[in-house]
């Protein structure tokens, strides 16, 4: 049994989204670079000058106790999964636990595995509710992803991302069936201690890390559960780029239509940590009760982690009460590569 | 470094937390532990909505340091929804006009940095135009 599973069954009593409004066109990056683009992915949400991956989490944070209507004093542990945590050294936990008004009689901590951090933070909460530790948890994947400029990842490297709440099944608006996590040592991308930016080895990204590890994931997923494709409404992977969750997508027998909900890189880029819990946030928008959900996340250095959710009929009583995924993509105020620079701090002002 | 003030002020400024008067139930922000109505003890805490309209605004074309990076930028003064008036800055400001009587929302963001590169990360609330659903 390799299958992933807690005592208690556990679900998500509630989401919540969150994009910043900046966009910026890839062919503007083009432009400057005289690059190739980035194919179908025709722009990247960049986050406003005052934003940040705990900024992020607290407005995530807020529309996801929104719809679980639950009081931010009965939150257990508040995890944040993230590659661009603000401080190398002080938690993003603590102060977003203070904004979203927890108590401090919790569990605060931050998650880092790449792109899969947020996913890491969700399968742990699951064991943390599971137990009977945690009545409720709030798992976040949140990034405000760097490229080195003039990089083929400045192309794509985005922010956002969703803060999830679990807690008892029989409260949820979606259950979660069961997950899976595989990982193993491989060299794809990485950022050491004081690096500004990430390394990546260029190809190796694509076949021996993430379709390698997605792969593994997914089919252990798939045989554990006994289901095929076909038993769920909708499927999420991890998005670095249209090409990859579309190519694992149809390999695995998944139509275009059950990917698309919530494969929002064409619009918005690969916002790392944030990319499989905001995927699943847009498809929880418009899920219906019944619904079977799988996710599967992919993380550099590396890992995957497969989850699946039933979609349960109290969604229909938490849609409406936190803005959706798609109002975040739609608030949009394209900015030039020059604004651009001076928002992501690429311009030094020798302050 | 003024960590102890910081710290202090931290509820307030995260998440609009101020006071309700026991005895007369007016909202008072920011929390002072008198009433400035019946000034009678009021340390009740209470939670903002968040929710308010612009009473007036200028725009800052040149910042007083820790803010000049962000010019220019809007100041604004909000009455929220429930009685108070305060001082904040605007953000997310996109195609919308700025104007007397506009609806926002509070926000929590970076307001500067302590020191340079080294110093503490300081957050803080700031207002925005209303987040607009789309229509189904």
Not at chain 1, 21 to 28: S, V
Not at chain 1, 51 to 72: K, Y
Not at chain 1, 178 to 194: E, K, N
Request: with cysteine.
């Amino acid at each position: 049994m390799k299958l992933l599973k807690p005592e208690n069954p556990v679900g998500i009593i509630g989401y919540g989204a969150y994009i910043p409004r900046y966009r910026i066109k890839t062919t503007e990056i083009a432009r400057v670079w005289r690059g190739e683009g980035a194919g179908p992915i025709r722009e990247k949400s960049v986050p406003g000058p005052d934003e940040d991956t705990i900024t992020m989490s607290i407005e995530a944070g807020r529309n996801a106790l929104a719809r679980a209507r639950v009081a931010p004093e009965s939150i257990r542990a508040i995890w944040i999964g993230s590659e661009s945590h603000p401080y190398a050294v002080k938690p993003s936990g603590t102060i977003v636990a203070e904004a979203l008004g927890a108590d401090s009689s919790i569990s605060a901590a931050d998650f880092e595995f790449a792109c899969k951090a947020g996913t890491e933070a969700l399968i742990a909460g699951m064991g943390f509710v599971g137990s009977g530790m945690a009545r409720y948890m709030m798992a976040i994947g949140m990034d405000t992803a760097q490229g080195k400029p003039g990089d083929v990842l400045e192309y794509t490297a985005a922010a956002g991302g969703g803060a999830l709440i679990l807690g008892p099944a029989a409260e949820s608006a979606a259950v979660l069936d069961g997950a899976y996590s595989y990982v193993s040592d491989t060299p794809d991308f990485w950022r050491r201690q004081t690096a500004k930016y990430p390394e990546h080895a260029q190809r190796f990204t694509g076949e021996p890390a993430y379709f390698d590890h997605i792969g593994h994931a997914l089919r252990t997923y798939l045989d554990e559960t006994g289901t095929t494709a076909k038993d769920y409404a909708y499927v999420i992977f991890h998005q670095p780029n249209a090409k990859f969750p579309q190519k694992i997508a149809k390999e695995a027998g998944f139509t275009p239509d059950q990917l698309a909900p919530g494969l929002l890189s064409p619009f918005i880029g690969n916002t790392y940590s944030g990319a499989v819990p905001l995927g699943l946030c847009a498809t929880l928008d418009i899920a219906r009760p019944g619904d079977r959900i799988l996710a599967v996340s992919f993380g550099s250095g590396a890992g995957s982690d497969a989850f699946s959710l039933t979609v349960t009929s109290k969604i229909d009583e938490v849609r409406a009460l936190a803005p959706t995924t798609q109002a975040y993509i739609n608030r949009r105020t394209e900015i030039d590569y020059a604004v651009y620079a001076k928002y992501r701090e690429k311009i030094d002002f020798d302050r | 470094m003024e960590n102890p003030r910081h710290w202090r002020l931290k509820k307030q400024r995260y998440a609009l937390v101020g006071e309700i008067c026991p005895h007369c139930a007016v909202k008072i922000f920011p929390p002072r532990d008198v009433c400035p109505e019946c000034g009678l003890e009021a340390k009740t805490s209470y939670q903002f909505s968040g929710k308010g309209k612009i009473y007036s605004y200028t725009k800052m074309t040149d910042g007083p340091a820790g803010f000049r990076q962000n010019a220019p930028y809007f100041v604004a003064l909000i009455q929220l929804n429930e009685g108070p008036m305060i001082t904040a800055q605007l953000t997310d400001v996109g195609d919308e006009e700025i104007k007397i009587g506009s609806p926002v929302e509070m926000v929590t963001r970076k307001l500067r940095e302590d020191g340079d590169q080294h110093g503490a990360i300081l957050y803080g609330y700031k207002f925005r135009p209303v987040l607009q659903e789309v229509s189904a």
